[in-house]
């Protein structure tokens, strides 16, 4: 069962748990000289609302292994530099205060779509009667 609505939820979660992989990243690297903190682009909801409608009415699947995976590595989204402050002398941009925050929010953020997620499933279920 595939929804265009579980699929913008699906979207979001992969972009808030590679937003999370990058605050880590930030976060490690705090002491690191020249080390410029990194973030991903936001996500603009009416380009994802596109990209899901467009796919689920143009692509038919025939086989579920002919769909590939999708990596971090191969990651669909655009991360940037977003120095949380002015270089310190040794040249690092990373504010922990300010990185921790961001992490705080994206664990909010994805716990609300994995609710939202899972409150969907369980309507499906109720509606096919399991």
Same mark, same amino acid.
């Given at each position: 069962?595939?929804?265009?609505?579980? /699929?913008?939820?699906?979207?979001?979660?992969?972009?808030?748990?590679?937003?999370?992989?990058?605050? &880590?990243?930030? @976060?490690? !690297? $705090?002491? %690191?000289?020249?080390? &410029?903190?990194?973030?991903?682009?936001?996500? *603009?909801?009416?380009?994802?609302?596109?990209? @899901?409608?467009?796919?689920?009415?143009?692509?038919?699947? %025939?086989? %579920?292994?002919? #769909?590939?995976?999708? %990596?971090?590595? !191969? /990651?669909?989204?655009?991360?940037? *530099?977003?120095?949380? #402050? *002015?270089?310190?002398? !040794?040249? !690092?941009? @990373? /504010?922990? *205060?300010?990185?921790?925050?961001?992490?705080?929010?994206?664990?909010?953020?994805?716990?609300?779509? $994995?609710?939202?997620? &899972?409150?969907?499933? =369980?309507?499906?279920? =109720?509606? #096919?009667?399991?």
């Amino acid at each position: 069962m595939d929804t265009p609505f579980l /699929s913008l939820l699906r979207e979001r979660m992969t972009w808030l748990h590679q937003r999370q992989d990058l605050l &880590a990243q930030n @976060v490690a !690297n $705090a002491d %690191t000289p020249r080390y &410029a903190a990194r973030d991903l682009k936001a996500q *603009e909801f009416s380009d994802a609302l596109k990209k @899901v409608t467009s796919q689920s009415s143009s692509m038919t699947v %025939t086989n %579920t292994r002919h #769909i590939g995976l999708s %990596t971090s590595r !191969n /990651s669909p989204f655009e991360d940037r *530099e977003a120095p949380d #402050i *002015e270089a310190s002398p !040794n040249g !690092n941009s @990373v /504010s922990l *205060e300010s990185q921790m925050i961001k992490v705080s929010d994206t664990q909010a953020q994805f716990a609300a779509a $994995a609710n939202l997620y &899972a409150k969907a499933m =369980t309507m499906m279920k =109720t509606a #096919i009667g399991r």
